[in-house]
T-cell receptor, first 110, second 113 residues
C-alpha cells in the first residue's frame, strides 16, 4: 500500500505560472522527500524536508511540511515547459526505505 | 558515468518464461532497492539490501521473485514463470546509509505477452 497521496492527480498550467502539489500521509515520519519523473525514465530527487522542519527552499522549489496535519506541499514557481513531469512525494518512516505516493502529473504549456 | 545502471532497459517475454534484471548501483552506496511501478502509479517497494544482506521483502514479492546482491555490489532480480500481471517498470535505486536520497536507475520495462 502507498503511504502518501498526492493531490491533484493532474495539473495543467501555462508557462510562467506557479504549480502547487499536495501530499498527505498516514503515519509519523523521519523525513519527506519529493521526486520528479520524466515519462518512461527513472526518478530524480528534488528536495528533502525533515520532520522538525516546516519549510525548505531549493531554487524555484518550495516545500512545506505540516506534521500535525500529516501533509506537505511542493510549490514550483515560474514554471517552464521543461518542468512537465510526474512528481511524487515519498516518506521515510523507519529509516530503511521510502514509501511513494501515486504522484501528480504536471503539464506546463508553452 | 557513476550513476545507477540497469540492464536490460526493455524486455518482452512470453508468459511462463523467466526473466532476470541487473542493477549496478553507485559504487560507494551500501543500500540497494528494488521498486516496481505500473502505469499511473508511484513506485512500490519490493525489497532492499544493506551490502549483501537482504533486509526486507515486500508481500508483493511472491515466491516467483528472487533478488540477490552477491558481494554487496551489483544486484539481480529474477522473475520465474512470468505472468501478464508482472508487466511493469522495475526500478533500482541505491543510497548511502542515511537514506537522505535515493538515486534511481532508468528502469527495466517488462512486457509479458
Amino acid at each position: 500500500s502507498q503511504q502518501g497521496e498526492e493531490d491533484p492527480q493532474a495539473l495543467s498550467i501555462q508557462e510562467g505560472e506557479n504549480a502547487t502539489m499536495n501530499c498527505s500521509y498516514k503515519t509519523s515520519i523521519n523525513n519527506l522527500q519529493w521526486y520528479r519523473q520524466n515519462s518512461g525514465r527513472g526518478l530524480v530527487h528534488l528536495i528533502l524536508i525533515r520532520s522538525n522542519e516546516r519549510e525548505k527552499h531549493s531554487g524555484r522549489l518550495r516545500v512545506t511540511l505540516d506534521t500535525s496535519k500529516k501533509s506537505s506541499s511542493l510549490l514550483i514557481t515560474a514554471s517552464r515547459a521543461a518542468d512537465t513531469a510526474s512528481y511524487f512525494c515519498a516518506t521515510d518512516v523507519y529509516g530503511n526505505k521510502l514509501v511513494f505516493g501515486a504522484g501528480t502529473i504536471l503539464r506546463v504549456k508553452s | 558515468d557513476t550513476g545507477v545502471s540497469q540492464d536490460p532497459r526493455h524486455k518482452i517475454t512470453k508468459r511462463g518464461q523467466n526473466v532476470t534484471f541487473r542493477c549496478d548501483p553507485i559504487s560507494e552506496h551500501n543500500r540497494l532497492y528494488w521498486y516496481r511501478q505500473t502505469l499511473g502509479q508511484g513506485p512500490e517497494f519490493l525489497t532492499y539490501f544493506q551490502n549483501e544482506a537482504q533486509l526486507e521483502k515486500s508481500r508483493l514479492l511472491s515466491d516467483r521473485f528472487s533478488a540477490e546482491r552477491p558481494k554487496g555490489s551489483f544486484s539481480t532480480l529474477e522473475i520465474q514463470r512470468t505472468e501478464q500481471g508482472d508487466s511493469a517498470m522495475y526500478l533500482c535505486a541505491s543510497s548511502s546509509n542515511s537514506l537522505r536520497e535515493l538515486f534511481f536507475g532508468e528502469g527495466s520495462r517488462l512486457t509479458v505477452l
